[in-house]
């Protein structure tokens, strides 16, 4: 389904100048509505075509929203894509865990000195939006706003434990079992095998799955409308065997204080 034209929202009652303001916000709209339908990316070209617009105007555009980091410009390799800042103006239009949660993520930081990060489940992925940086010397830190696939991490398998049947044949589909690791996993079996583990102790653990000589594990959030998120920590592989199981009952209790309060 292709976003509405972006002239038809203009009115012929308003000043030339006003008018002109509204269409390029509505084509700004337009070209990132488009974009979410084409998460992988589409060259200029493809976009000015599929809008019916002037390369030039829809250069003009994606330049002023990529200063924004609305959208990331193409590359050769790859198209324009939908940016990182987008992230947080989602999350707060639709996703309130992030605040309940956040003091929660500092005191586990506090407790265990490790790097605790917040992720929202959005289509195949999961997204971090943010994060506690730990105290130790040696860290294990993602950048807010990049995102991990669902096979090859703690958050991801926490939240696809979560999903009803109907929703994980779905994303099943999806799921491309691309191998980051020696140790991640590659067939939908052996993941389902591991879901169901999640489900019985709920907790989620990703063994160097992601990322050589980094472990995590994450416990899901999910509010009564059925958004999904993921509190993780990751840890370098030289603590995580001796914390591990710290690690584990300090999620899980942070898990129950976060629900309590949602629930509140």
Known sequence: MKPNPPDQVLRGDEPANERSGIQVIARAAAIMQLLAQNSGGMSLGQIAKSLALPRSTVQRIVDALNQENLVIAG????????GPALIPLATAARFDIAEVARKYMQELASSLGETVDLTIFEQDKVVFIDQITGSHRLQAVSSVGISFPLH????????????PAAALQKIKKKIRFEPHTARTITSWEALEKELEEVRRTGIAVDYEEHDEGICAAAIALQ???GDLASISIPVP??????????????LLA??????????S
């Open 223 to 225: 509010r009564a409308g």
């Open 237 to 250: 592989t030289l603590r995580f065997k001796e914390a591990e199981r710290d690690i584990v009952n300090q």
């Open 254 to 263: 942070c898990k129950e204080k976060i629900e309590r309060d949602l629930l």
């Open 75 to 82: 590359s050769s390799a790859r198209g324009v894509r939908l």
């Open 152 to 163: 090859a991490s703690a958050p991801g398998k926490a939240v696809l434990a979560c999903l």
